[in-house]
């Protein structure tokens, strides 16, 4: 499909982002959990264009062995983009750019869990990106900490993700695929929410030591807006289960 | 003082209690906060606070009866996979029979792909699963259906004092040895009664957290026909 | 190169549960020998890609993307566009499934689909030329195994081609130098509809779209793929042992009937 051209004006005179947004706003999201029948966890991400599938297989015998580590669990992350999930068909082949967003994901996630517990395994976390919209890595993480949790592997807290920008000099949320092309600054920040601790920090652009301080702090709001929606999303999976067989029993009872 | 409702789904880092709590299974504490440590049912036992989990794979512990398939045969025993990440050794020492290894076929007693029913010998942190099958009901299995699920749910598959287990094997007419690594065995009359209780199996990892369980199942295994043919057959 | 592969062990009680239950005529999920799992189909869910098609068949999770892009041809075919199908056997999809280069079996996947799609004439390649021997459109087909539950040659040749028929492309012309796009989307030159049907040889008797349960004892598999007017277009005999002459008369007339169903169902989706 043809490139989108780059838009006149990424804010309008009314403060507005082109898809609608206001500056402090993040896109619709979407959360499911447990979607895939022979991973042990998984979960699915659509926020706004972008749809990204996570999986965890784990723990399970490490391979090969000798990466195995005597004290914990070690954790495998690939990040990997389908090759029809950009305007340009991608190579299958992982690029350099996906090797480099896998290990910062990973050490994003690391962090929350228990690998003490699974001394010599191997905790494998697969990112399937489907379709990419801008901020796919911290959709990513958001997806990939519920897949984790799906799994039952054991871990402190739900990680979530979220990067701030600046477009036409202004601060902005949860950049789209064309706000961060032809934007200034992109900042991709991953929260534990209960220890505040950043665990994903990358910057790319030009930012002001104000400004950055500003735009994290716009980041752990919308990171912890996402956190509520996570838990939201993995309960929901045993509640839809508990809600149709009790009712249909009380609906039984009193027929 | 308790922060989440007791018999509920919680999440991983959500706030349990605060306070002299005792901290049980699945739970941290930071300071005076206790969080939960994984996707499961918060119980409260006394002034303990446990999550359940309801998802997970088996981590070995010594004394467990446990389901394994042979993958390898060795010069002293066989290398058992146990649905665990780590694989465990049944030595030929652990077996009945003469002593000492090459002094028999090691193949005639397991061979690739064998299904057993061992129990956990020993096990820790720095050494892989030793099983033996020294015991009354351990050995090859070599009928009946193998049903796997996750051996978080085996807990609930089994029933406070087996409770669920022998309502299964009553209702459905079937044996039912469950290995606590998530994989139990059915042999039932036919293979009709076989189906219905691996279902009514799938159906309790499925529907775990929920309340009224094992009603429910003894409700589907009355409405299916099978249970009611055998039943004409024997007044027959 | 090739090579006997590392199989997991057989597994015998499993094995003979499946023996037993198929000597009585049933399978073992129920089925008869000669019925698929569910199909479900679902068109259009990725926007970025020109064409998308999702299949579920049984527990058994695909998705497709088709892209076309501008491209030169190949240098003995100048009169024709290209055609490529990849498959990815995503790690997320099977415990069994390794990150890394495409495997044999992830090529033979997608080497079978692509017969499927080729040799029915499917896309009009003569069509995709925008300039002889210098530019064509390149369609890629992009098979993405998500969960593997077993026949993932079925479920892929099915989504494939729902993707090409729900693919929309811009017409390209030359001006000067440059190839620039026509206004307004065209569907890609469909012209056949092939279905791929796969059977499974199992103790003594063939079943048609095995579960991954059936692969794992299968002695030998067999995929007949079945063109719009019911004749053969390609076949790949897959696995460790064969089939009799008799077998493969039967199946071929089962492909038949079960492609003409099944094709039936894409396009009810695909053509909407």
Not at chain 2, 112 to 120: K, T
Not at chain 3, 157 to 182: I, P, R, T, W
Request: charged share 25%.
């Amino acid at each position: 499909m043809p490139e989108p051209k780059q838009p006149e004006k990424l804010i309008d005179e009314k403060g507005l982002r082109i898809d609608g947004r206001r500056l402090d706003q993040l896109r619709p999201i979407k959360l499911e959990v447990g979607i895939l029948d022979k991973a042990d966890g998984s979960a699915y991400i659509e926020q706004g264009k972008n749809k990204i599938l996570a999986a965890v297989y784990g723990p399970r015998e490490a391979h090969p062995k000798h990466i195995a580590l005597p004290e914990r669990a070690v954790i495998r992350c690939r990040y990997h983009m389908a090759p029809f999930s950009v305007d340009e068909r991608k190579s299958p082949a992982p690029s350099r750019r996906e090797m480099e967003l896998s290990k910062v994901i990973r050490e994003s996630l690391e962090p929350v869990v228990l690998t003490e517990l699974y001394p010599r395994t191997m905790i494998d976390l697969f990112v399937e990106i489907l379709q990419s919209d801008g901020g796919s890595r911290c959709a990513g993480i958001t997806a990939a900490s519920l897949a984790l949790a799906d799994a039952g592997i054991p871990m402190r807290e739900i990680v979530a993700a979220c990067a701030v920008g600046k477009i036409e000099g202004k601060l902005a949320l949860d950049l789209s695929d064309a706000e961060d092309k032809y934007g200034e600054a992109d900042l991709p920040v991953a929260l534990v929410p209960n220890s505040s601790m950043i665990t994903l920090l990358q910057m790319d652009g030009s930012l002001t030591p104000s400004e950055f301080e500003r735009g994290l702090g716009m980041a752990v709001e919308a990171c912890k807006a996402i956190h509520s929606m996570q838990r939201e999303a993995l309960k929901k999976k045993y509640h839809e289960i508990k809600e149709v067989v009790e009712e249909k029993e009380e609906s039984e009872v009193i027929a | 003082m308790l922060l989440a409702e007791p018999k509920h789904v919680v999440a991983p880092g959500e706030l349990l209690a605060e306070g002299d709590h005792l901290l049980g299974d699945n739970a941290y504490r930071i300071g005076t906060q206790i969080f939960s440590a994984c996707v499961g049912l918060f119980e409260v036992d006394g002034n303990r606070v446990t999550v359940v989990p309801l998802k997970g794979g088996y981590i070995p512990r010594v004394g467990d009866l446990v389901a394994g398939r042979v993958i390898d045969i060795g010069l002293s025993g066989w290398t058992v996979d146990i649905r665990s990440p780590y694989l465990a050794m049944l030595p030929a020492s652990e077996t009945p029979g003469p002593r000492g290894p090459r002094r028999r076929d090691l193949s005639t007693t397991f061979d690739v792909g064998d299904m057993m029913l061992s129990e956990v010998l020993a096990f820790d942190r720095t050494r892989d699963p030793l099983l033996t099958i020294k015991g009354p009901g351990l050995g090859k299995i070599s009928t009946g259906r193998v049903v796997e699920i996750s051996a978080a749910k085996i807990p609930r598959l089994i029933g406070r004092k087996g409770s669920m287990i022998s309502m299964l094997k009553n209702e459905t007419g079937c044996q039912i040895t469950v290995g606590q690594n998530g994989i139990a065995f059915v042999w039932g009359k036919s293979p009709e009664n076989e189906r219905l209780a691996v279902e009514a199996i799938y159906m309790v990892e499925r529907e775990a957290h929920t309340r009224g369980l094992t009603d429910r199942i003894r409700e589907m295994i009355a409405k299916s026909n099978v249970v009611g043919e055998i039943a004409r057959t024997q007044t027959a | 190169m090739s090579h006997t592969p590392q199989l997991p062990p057989v597994a015998k009680l499993e094995q003979k549960t499946i023996v037993d239950m198929i000597s009585r005529g049933k399978r073992i999920d129920e089925r008869s020998p000669e019925s698929y799992r569910p199909i479900q189909i679902q068109v259009g869910l990725i926007e970025k890609a020109n064409g998308s098609a999702q299949v579920h068949l049984g527990k058994s999770k695909i998705l497709v993307g088709v892209k076309v892009q501008t491209g030169e041809p190949f240098p003995d075919t100048p009169d024709e566009g290209v055609l490529t199908v990849n498959v990815e056997l995503v790690p997320l999809a099977s415990p069994s499934f390794e990150p890394g280069p495409p495997s044999e079996q992830a090529i033979e996947l997608a080497r079978v689909v692509d017969r499927g799609i080729r040799e029915s004439k499917a896309i009009d390649v003569k069509s995709l030329v925008i300039q002889k021997g210098k530019k064509v459109q390149v369609v890629y087909v992009d098979v993405y195994v998500l969960d593997h539950d077993g026949n993932l040659i079925d479920a892929s040749a099915m989504a494939s081609l729902a993707a090409l028929v729900n693919a929309k492309v811009s017409k390209m012309e030359l001006k000067g130098d440059e190839v620039v796009a026509k206004p307004g989307h065209h569907s890609l030159p469909v012209n056949n509809y092939p279905i791929a049907v796969t059977f499974a040889k199992v103790d003594k008797t063939i079943l048609v779209d095995p579960s991954l349960e059936e692969e794992q004892v299968m002695s030998a598999r067999l995929t007949v793929t079945i063109d719009k007017n019911g004749s053969i277009c390609a076949m790949q005999k897959g696995g460790l042992s064969g089939f009799s002459v008799e077998e493969l008369k039967k199946a071929v007339g089962l492909a038949v009937q079960k492609a003409a169903e099944n094709r039936a169902k894409v396009l009810a989706v695909a053509k909407g």
